[in-house]
């Protein structure tokens, strides 16, 4: 490959991304059916023509920043704990994890707004796919015996999906709502209903790993 074709290649993916990102940008001002293609590229910094190279159209550059946020969601949940941490203190320290990249990352913010769109087909449900993450952390917890006598995995997996995203689409305008003191906050509220009595004493609600202390 001549150098030539490789910063050929590297411009085009920065002008991808670029668009990915812009797109996402106008998405979260505007609103995905008030967005145009023009207030994209012109955000972008490239012609309509350099745009309609990459997209042919809108729902395609919808479907590339649905995809782009998934792989972002992928990032924040694929993390490998310390040995020895519970599935229930995974849990606390993704969804910390998650709140903070849906503050500062545009694209995973509007990848999830878009799963809520219904004016199109949704390509990538990124609030189904967090469901089923949670479910299989939950399932597992409850086979670790983490989970307090009396709850069911269901029960669960409810309160924190439902709550997690509830906190997800309020944060879309207010970013306290997705604050780590709002998150630990939640945590304190939930998992005395929800944990073991031997496990209780020894989860963080603010965060135990990833760094350290979530930062609010």
Request: with cysteine; charged share 25%; hydrophobic share 50%.
């Amino acid at each position: 490959m001549t150098e030539q074709l490789m910063v050929k290649q590297e411009r085009a993916v920065r002008t991808r991304d670029a668009l990915i990102r812009s797109a996402a940008e106008v998405f979260d001002r505007e609103g995905f059916a008030l967005a145009s293609l023009t207030s994209i590229s012109s955000l972008a910094g490239v012609s309509k023509g350099a745009l309609h190279h990459h997209f042919v159209n809108k729902a395609a550059l919808t479907d590339a920043v649905e995809e782009a946020a998934l792989t972002r969601l992928l990032s924040v949940a694929g993390v490998v704990p310390p040995r020895g941490v519970s599935r229930v203190q995974l849990l606390v320290d993704v969804t910390h994890r998650l709140a903070r990249a849906l503050r500062e990352d545009v694209v995973l913010r509007v990848g999830f707004e878009l799963s809520g769109e219904v004016s199109r087909p949704v390509r990538v449900d990124l609030r189904e796919w967090w469901r089923r993450w949670v479910g299989e952390k939950v399932l597992q917890a409850e086979g670790d015996g983490e989970l307090r006598p009396g709850v069911t995995a269901s029960d669960a997996v409810n309160a924190v999906v439902s709550a997690t995203v509830g906190l997800e689409v309020l944060g879309a305008r207010d970013a306290e709502w997705l604050s780590g003191a709002t998150i630990t906050r939640f945590w304190l509220l939930l998992l005395p209903a929800v944990v073991s009595d031997g496990l209780l004493a020894d989860l963080k609600a603010e965060g135990a790993w990833c760094g350290g202390v979530v930062a609010p």
